[in-house]
């Protein structure tokens, strides 16, 4: 058995885990009624702001899984939350360069997100993946940041998967504006710690009892290991064995993909 006896709760990472592109590893229905025989409790932490929370709700059904909104913690989200314990305003103006995942968070949070035409009223700034970014979004966020506005971003991740192969993430863009700046933003995302102490709480588990999943090494499982979970890496995304095998700290759990993981 792979999975420690301790472990009483899954935090899940999905790209890499759950699908590739628009293809399920594995059997997901079977691996999903084993975690639930199991009597094991599951959240899913992903770097993916693009979508929210009921979208991924609905991904998953599409697999045929059934899950709460509840459950899913998004970049976005935990940027959302982490944007309003620092400022704890209600209506305060962002200036934000993101997609639907991260204007549905912050405007549930009663904060405004705003464009380029009304950025001079921001007081914060926000970045995630935009498929929509362009030059003019690019100026405005580095002129605010320049100014000396808080600037926050979902997650470092270099680069975002495609059907295609990698193409630049969010990471790749919110460095523009690092190199235009020379500030570095406050991440919500993993590998920071905070996303997957959010879903921990959600789940009521201490962070002995609750495995972090991911398959890559620089943001799912540094992730785990900085907010003090064990971790468990599948071979099925990005990283590879040999990798793992070299990571320090050690990883806790090696496995093919998440069905062998909880066999």
Do not use: C
């Not at 504006?177 to 959010?198: C, M, Q, R, S």
């Amino acid at each position: 058995m792979l999975l420690p006896t301790s472990v009483k709760s899954l935090i899940l990472d999905m790209d890499g885990v759950l699908w590739k592109a628009d293809a399920p590893i594995g059997d997901l229905p079977a691996i999903f009624a084993r975690i639930r025989a199991r009597g094991l409790k599951v959240a899913f932490a992903t770097n993916n702001g693009t979508r929210t929370p009921e979208e991924y709700v609905e991904r998953l059904a599409g697999f045929g899984v059934t899950i709460q909104p509840w459950q899913v913690v998004t970049s976005s989200l935990a940027l959302a939350e982490l944007l309003y314990q620092h400022f704890n305003l209600r209506g305060l103006g962002v200036f934000a360069i993101g997609e639907a995942g991260v204007m549905t968070a912050l405007r549930e949070k009663d904060f405004e997100p705003l464009s380029v035409e009304e950025a001079e009223r921001a007081q914060a700034v926000v970045m995630g993946i935009d498929r929509q970014i362009n030059f003019v979004k690019m100026r405005e966020a580095t002129l605010l940041v320049r100014r000396g506005l808080p600037f926050y971003a979902t997650n470092p991740d270099k680069t975002f998967p495609t059907p295609r192969g990698e193409i630049p993430g969010a990471g790749a863009w919110i460095s523009v504006v690092v190199t235009a700046t020379g500030v570095e933003p406050i991440f919500a995302g993993k590998p920071a710690p905070y996303l997957l102490e959010l879903a921990r709480e959600r789940l009521g588990t201490s962070k002995e009892e609750t495995l972090v999943v991911g398959d890559r090494l620089e943001t799912d499982i540094a992730g785990g290991q900085a907010a003090g979970m064990p971790v468990a890496l599948v071979l099925s995304g990005v990283s590879t064995r040999e990798e793992g095998e070299a990571w320090r700290p050690g990883i806790d759990v090696v496995a093919e993909d998440l069905g062998e993981l909880v066999k």
